[in-house]
């Protein structure tokens, strides 16, 4: 499990010394490996913009947030029989150097090399127009992932239907697969062949009764054809007339007559219904998938785990990822199409995380845009308290209430001093587990083995710094 936290102070002679003591005070005392979290400079507009942003941008990460969940959880149920790959699967591909465009990386890696993607979302733009980029592009993800999953849960449970009348005992299970035509008079206008259900106790009563429950048994026409733990299915020969006599006495000797008609054309139908929705599922997802195959490259200050496209040593020339992914070989098209936008949902969703960095950030700090802000990988969970006395105590020259009073710090700050205060954000990586939902449904909270960040309901405000949750 990863956990990050996003800072921003204001980048004056002051404030880039106190992030200097800052880094040397964690990296000393091993509470969190730091990082620069680049962020560029766009067109602010008017405060009254801003401030209109900074809660679009609010309900725009809650939205973000709630999409990837649910499309994690759908790359789980999709990949059902081989859930320990679905690490492998929820990756993030490229974003971080341009030689990288054509890989795959994990999602802590992403988030701590990340670079603003200047071909998507251009910073000349202003911010409303990128903003309505990153809202459009997930809301087109959202109704594709809709559609998509609606189409696999109606094939799940059309296959989960036919699955159960094959499942259960004699008195419930279809016999379909169970019978042959070899077992029945059939095309005969005074004869028929009846099915009945015998408790195992009683298999020797029946042989001894069965010709005389009624008139017009044919002699020695019983078989077993099949049994399961509870009794057996005969076959018995009989007479059209006297079915209901029979029926009746069978009754009486606790024999129990299973309503089956032989009907060639319909148990075929049924059976090739069976192999195509079989067939239909498994194609949604297939074990050997070319992305699957590992690679790995390093940059020289933290490991990246990657995994090449298509040939696993050189990607295909003037391919782009997408166009790579699409190719598919080995892989089922819902699978395909879920790694795919997995990882524009979660590049989009770190965009948004930047985004309002530099929103907050601007509405805190003023005008003109001068701050720096900070990724924070706590080391451990039991250092967090540690590391927010540490940043309490070296941003509390930003905040004259929590300088006059060392005993306020992780309390809420006065709302005077808020327009001062160095922002943070709160982001945690989780590993993925699988969660029984159907495709589509609110996602896991907190899952098995692929990463993904969760906004912390429960972290408490910050008075140095002032905490946004994220």
Not at 20 to 36: A, C, F, G, P, Q
Not at 43 to 48: E, F, N, Y
Not at 409 to 427: E, M, Y
Not at 448 to 465: D, E, G, I, K, V
């Amino acid at each position: 499990m990863s956990e990050f936290w996003l800072i921003s102070a204001p980048s004056d002679k002051e404030n880039l010394q106190a992030l200097e003591r800052m880094n040397t005070v964690t990296s000393k005392s091993n509470l969190s490996y730091n990082t620069k979290f680049s962020i560029p400079d766009f067109k602010v507009g008017t405060l009254d913009s801003l401030v209109g942003l900074s809660d679009e941008l609010g309900k725009l990460d809650t939205f973000a947030e709630s999409l990837i969940k649910r499309m994690a959880q759908s790359v789980v149920e999709v990949m059902e029989d081989s859930k320990g790959k679905v690490p492998e699967n929820l990756l993030a591909n490229g974003g971080l150097k341009e030689k990288l465009k054509c890989l795959k990386i994990d999602l802590t890696s992403f988030v701590t090399h990340f670079e603003w993607d200047m071909a998507k979302y251009p910073a000349k733009q202003p911010l409303v127009s990128v903003v309505d980029t990153l809202a459009k592009q997930l809301a087109q993800i959202e109704t594709d992932l809709k559609s998509r999953t609606a189409a696999y849960n109606t094939l799940k449970t059309n296959l989960e239907n036919l699955e159960k009348k094959s499942m259960g005992n004699l008195f419930t299970r279809t016999l379909s697969d169970i019978v042959s035509k070899e077992d029945f008079v059939l095309d005969s206008e005074y004869l028929v062949t009846l099915l009945v259900i015998v408790p195992k106790p009683s298999y020797a009563q029946w042989q001894k009764t069965y010709e005389s429950l009624s008139d017009m048994v044919v002699p020695r026409s019983t078989k077993l054809i099949a049994e399961d733990n509870e009794g057996g299915l005969f076959t018995v020969t009989l007479f059209r007339k006297v079915i209901d006599d029979f029926k009746t006495k069978a009754k009486e000797n606790k024999f129990t007559v299973r309503e089956f008609y032989y009907d060639e054309k319909e148990i075929k139908r049924e059976r090739e219904e069976l192999s195509r929705l079989l067939s239909d599922k498994k194609q949604q997802y297939q074990t050997s998938c070319v992305a699957l195959k590992k690679g790995s490259s390093t940059f020289p200050d933290h490991k990246v785990q990657v995994t090449p496209l298509g040939n696993p040593d050189r990607p295909a020339a003037g391919q782009t990822d997408r166009e790579r992914e699409s190719e598919g070989e080995g892989e089922g098209p819902l699978l395909r199409w879920l790694k795919v936008n997995f990882s524009e949902a979660f590049i989009a969703w770190i965009h948004i995380k930047a985004l309002r960095v530099f929103v907050e950030s601007v509405l805190r700090y003023g005008l003109p845009v001068n701050f720096q802000a900070v990724l924070l990988q706590p080391h451990k969970k039991s250092s967090t308290k540690r590391l927010r006395e540490v940043l309490n105590s070296v941003f509390r020259h930003l905040d004259q209430v929590a300088a006059a009073s060392v005993l306020d710090v992780g309390v809420c700050g006065h709302p005077g001093t808020a327009a001062r205060q160095p922002r943070l954000l709160s982001l945690r990586l989780f590993p993925h587990r699988p969660q029984p939902a159907r495709l589509g449904a609110a996602g896991p909270t907190r899952p098995s083995r692929p990463c993904r960040l969760r906004r912390r309901r429960s972290f408490p405000r910050l008075r140095n710094p002032t905490e946004l949750r994220v």
